[in-house]
């Protein structure tokens, strides 16, 4: 039995009892019980790993009375509720965050002292689920955090992957994938519901008939059937007592396909089968990957599909009734247009099993959807081929075609004799091999339309959709994202999440970022700035240790500017900017060894698709010119390159405190929005940045005096790209630029081979598709710039403390709210903590 709970530290609530108590003692006991009772081992022979899963079963179980406790007030209040549907959730460990959220993040530290327990190494034990690629799979994740928070009732949809995103090591300069292997040890987070299974169907043909009242009805009969099995992870808001829950698919073999193999004796048959089932919730796609396009995607994409609208069906049929009532009880979020095949499984479940007419199930659809876009380039807009469909989704293309027949009905009424307005509107794309437009499907399915920052959403009304935006302004939004401040402040950075509730005199910051603007008035006090400072340089100091430990590499975190980029990588970000940039310093201190510059350390971090190969070269650039670099004892104490391996978010939590400089860099008119740009700044480092996506957002913000601003427009952009733009004009007409480039020709950092990086050079010279060459000039000036104001330390701080105060817009709360008033229309149920 627990001891008696004499201690005052926590208080009492409905939830505390003896298993789930919240005092030191209370938490002690459960600690030393769940290490016994569920790891079935005593502290002396105690594995790391150990300890670490009776830390997480003693904070799961404080999160399970509140979870059962939502579940039943969202049933009871028949609520509205938010599916969230995303084929990627980059949620990052979860036992810090969740011993913020639960309130009890002291008061467990101080427990597991008292155990004489090593908590950090606690907390570095957690393997992190990477079942995403990057910002669109972070996004979900701060999403998730911010709905529980702001207490809409939400459930998010995804696939638990066996095998997320990739760890990266760095061999000889170079990226090599290894498998990620995030299971392995178990998962205490998740709640496997074998009961709560569906089947989900693949290939084979329909058949048209007319039923008992001679309707004409379909009936699709498939060549392959599979389970997809729900996993479900609690997501606690900060402080409050709602608890939503993130339900993941996992694909098996269905039983009775098992069995009847097995009947006939067809035992290898059988094993097959059930490989090839659980194939199809494996592993991750890489994104920006040319070979994506490959059918076990879209196996993925429908898997995870169809598993949660039959979810959501049960629910409507077992909570409120009739299916005319579905998009009054569900709206679903279509999180790019990975989940957009959901329009015609919701059409086809409707129609073929629930025997609704079209005109109905059309209008409750429509009703139900709302999408949004997170890229303009053309290469990550997703086309199906109709060969594709037609061999795996034989009676989901029938309902394509219908949705586009009465689309494009509609489209020629409204413009008359306009044909080529049709074919761009079509959903079917008729030029070459024919191909299903996914974007299309998910802009005429949906009610609403929404990008990632304004110019984002700007340039989606007047470019990528631009038709539908004339047909139908109405539907078209903005909601620029955010990122949850528990997460990228509390847990990452408690030396300044500690530093600011004292100068605020509160921490209700937290979850009301707004009020960090009380921070301004402090903003040129010489005592804060030093001890913001401080914080810096402690952050720093951490970073410093692990790159050596690392990435082998030596960094200063007193006297160095900490310069970051930290993203995946891609041409279009513009990583090589930033070395030419390096290249740059590194010739001026070649020239002259005596020139007082402010010592820089340029760190990067990030992967590249595997199938990428422009983007693997930079990364061996990066590497390259480090070796160059930190070898050459007549620069390296005034600059340093690192690579930081494996950048996810454990390893970005790492990055974002360090940082002073955050960059910024890519073309303008590329980025949706970035996320990074917020993380960053909200922990104190001041962006060097282009004109895009939320940076413009963040500038205004934080004010154009504490943002570093290079390069050209969007618009500058369209305009040059529209004359001719001919990188080769830039290299000739600009020595130091021509010379940059010319010295990784040279073989310098290849040790003498002049080929390894003429890829990438000659790109440069000839093609420069992200106009690298015409950015160079301006953003190597606004770099001397940075250099001088941060030789001044008072107006560096006070800088760094505006950008800290004036962040709010940017937490994931406000984005979530937006979404809830403008978009989803649905009220928050309040549940205390
Ligand atoms: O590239 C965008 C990035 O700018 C944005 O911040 C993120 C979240 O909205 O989505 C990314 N898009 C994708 O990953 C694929 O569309």
Known sequence: EAPAETETEAPATSHEHTRTGMSKASLKQAYIDNLFYIQGRFREVATPHDLYMAAAFTVRDRM???????????KSSRARTVCYLSAEYLLGPHLANNLVNLGIAEVAQRAGEELDLDFKAILEEEEEPGLGNGGLGRLAACYMDSLATVQIPAIGYGIRYEFGIFDQIIEDGWQVERSDTWLRNGNPWEIPRPKISFPVMYGGHTEHYRDQAERPRVRWIPDMVISGVAYDTPVLGYGVGNVNLLRLWKAEATESFDFQTFNVGDYYGAVHAKIEAETISKVLY?????????????????????????????????????????????????????????????????????????????????????????????????TWSVA??????????????????????????????DEERVARMSLI????????????????????????AALHSELIKTTLLKDFYEMAPERFHNVTNGVTPRRFIVVSNPRLAELITEVCGHDRWIRDLDSLRELEA????????????????????????????????LLDPQTMMFDIQAKRLHEY??????????????????????LGMVPRAFIFGGKA????????????????????????????????????????????????????????????????????????????????????????????EVGAENFFLFGMTAEEVRRKQDEGYRPWDYYHGDQELKSDIDLIASGLFSHGDTNLFRPLTEHLIHQDPFMVLADYRAYLECQDRISTVYDRPAEWDRMSILNVARMGKFSSDRSIREYAERIWSIEPQPLGA
């Not at 076990?296 to 898997?303: E, G, M, P």
């Not at 099993?353 to 380039?377: E, G, K, Q, S």
């Not at 005034?638 to 978010?649: G, L, T």
Request: aromatic letters at 8%; proline letters at 4%; a positive charge.
């Open 64 to 74: 399970l009375e509140r979870w059962v406790k939502s579940a039943q007030v969202y």
């Open 286 to 382: 890489p994104n920006d990957d040319p070979e994506a396009g490959k059918e076990l995607r879209l196996k993925q994409q429908y898997f995870f599909v169809s598993c949660s609208i039959q979810d959501m069906i049960r629910l409507h049929l077992n909570t409120v009734g009739p299916l005319e009532t579905f998009h009054e009880k569900f709206v679903a979020q279509l999180n790019d247009t990975h989940p957009a095949i959901a329009v015609a499984e919701l059409m086809r479940l409707l129609m073929d099993d629930h025997a609704v007419t079209w005109d109905d199930a059309w209008a409750t659809t429509r009703a139900t959807f709302c999408y949004t876009n997170h890229t303009l380039l053309p290469e990550a807009l997703e």
């Open 388 to 417: 594709l469909f037609e061999r795996l989704l034989p009676r989901h293309l029938e309902i394509i075609y219908e949705i586009n027949r009465r689309f494009l009905d509609e489209v020629r009424v409204r413009y008359l004799g």
């Open 429 to 452: 794309d008729e030029a070459g091999g024919r191909r299903i437009r996914m974007a299309h499907l998910a802009v005429v399915g949906s009610r609403a339309v929404n990008g990632v």
């Open 522 to 553: 402090h903003a040129d006090d010489p005592k804060l700035q030093a001890r913001w400072r401080e914080v810096k340089t402690a952050a720093k100091r951490d970073l410093a240790v692990w790159l050596k430990r690392h990435a082998g590499v």
């Open 573 to 594: 970000k513009r990583q090589h900017l930033n070395v030419l940039h390096i290249i740059r310093v590194y010739q001026r201190l070649k020239q002259n060894p005596n």
């Open 609 to 700: 698709a595997p199938g990428y190969y422009m983007a693997k070269l930079m990364i061996k650039l990066i590497n390259a010119v480090a070796e160059v670099i930190n070898n050459d004892p007549q620069v390296n104490g005034y600059i340093r390159v690192a690579f930081m391996p494996d950048f996810n978010v454990k390893n970005g939590q790492r990055l974002y405190p360090a940082a002073d400089l955050s960059e910024q860099i890519s073309l303008a008119g590329k980025e949706a929005s970035g996320t990074g740009n917020m993380k960053f700044s909200m922990n104190g480092a001041l962006t060097v940045g282009t004109l895009d996506g939320a940076n413009i957002e963040i500038r205004e």
